[in-house]
């Protein structure tokens, strides 16, 4: 995926309930030595992508996705420590989304 594509519109994608278990299942896992990437590609977009399954129609790859995810790892982390809120990480990365909608 490159830059932005003016002509695809972006799915409207809702901000799903916090997985507040699942939060410190990877928590958890990324503190006793798991590798962030591997958690965020591998759970967190997996999570995400059950739920927003609309991107498939918007020309989303199920992988393209992961690596989208991974490349927000950062925010990710500073939601599972508690630096921001659920709120905050997600919305943003709903804003990258949108902003690499495919051709």
Known sequence: MTGPNPRAAAPQLHLPDEPIVMKAVWRDA??????LAEIVTGG????LWSRWRA??????KEAAFEDLVGQYR???WLWLVGDRTWDQCCSGLIGRIGRRVPS
């Open 30 to 35: 990324v503190l006793d030595g798991a590798d």
């Open 44 to 47: 967190v977009a997996g999570w």
């Open 55 to 60: 991107l498939e129609s918007a020309g989303f």
């Open 74 to 76: 950062r925010e990710i």
